[in-house]
C-alpha cells in the first residue's frame, strides 16, 4: 500500500529532511513514485483525493496472514494491512455489523477519537490487538493518522520525495528509489497525526521520541527511539 500526501497536509518530518541533508542520495518525485508503484502492480487500485493525497493498494504478493483493504466512509478514506484478533468484540463495542472487516472498524475506531473530545488517540490505537499498519486520511478536516501494531508485525516506512511529499508505503526499496536518505522505518507500536505534528508511543504517550541518524551504509537514514529509563530502539 502507498500514501502520498503533500507538504500542505503534513509537514516533512525534519529528523528525515535532516537524514537527508546529511548523506544526498538520488531521489524522484511524488508523481514519479507513484507511477512506480502502478508499474510494479499492473492490477494496483489507486485514486487520488484532492491535489493533495494519492492512495493506492495492491492485493498482488498478498500474506493470507496479513491481507490488504481500503474503504471510504463518511469522507474518510483507510488503507489497511493485517489482522485483528479482537475484531469480534470491538464490532460489537462500535456497534458495527457482523459482516464489517477492520478497514471499517478502524475507520469506526478513529471516528469515535475525533468526534468524542477528549478521547486519546492512544487508547483508540493501543486496544487494537493484532498485527497491522493503516493509513487514514480525513478529507473533512485534512487530518492524516497512522499507525503501526506493538511488535512491527506489519513493517511500514515513511520519507520525503525530491519534491517534498511525504509517503508511507510497505515496500521499502520502493520508497528507497524516491526517498533517498530521507527515509524510515515507522516506529512500531506508535501513531503520528497532523493534529498533533508528531509521533508518540501509544504504549507510552508521554514519552518523548526522538531520531538518532544511520550509518552511511544503512538503507536508512534515521532511527526512532523512545526517552525513557534506557533508551528503546522502536524502527527496526
Known sequence: MLGIFSSSIVSPPEELVTAGS???????????????????????????????????????????????????????????????????????QYGLAKSANEVLLVIEAYKALRDRAPYPASHMVGHLDGRFSFIIFDKSTSTLFVATDQENKVPLYWGITADGFVAFGNDANLLKGACGKSLASFPQGCFFSTEFGEIRCYENPKNKITAVFAQEEEIWGAKFMVEGPSMIAIGK
Do not use: W
Open 22 to 92: 546529511k548523506t544526498p542520495s538520488p531521489k524522484a518525485t511524488a508523481e514519479k513514485l507513484l507511477a512506480r508503484f502502478l508499474d510494479a502492480n499492473s492490477l494496483a487500485v489507486s485514486m487520488q483525493v484532492g491535489s493533495e493525497v494519492n492512495l493506492a493498494y495492491t492485493h498482488s504478493n498478498e500474506s493470507i496472514l496479513r491481507p490488504r483493504s481500503f474503504a471510504v466512509k463518511d469522507d474518510i478514506f483507510c488503507l489497511f494491512e493485517g489482522a485483528l484478533d479482537n475484531l469480534g468484540s470491538l464490532k460489537q
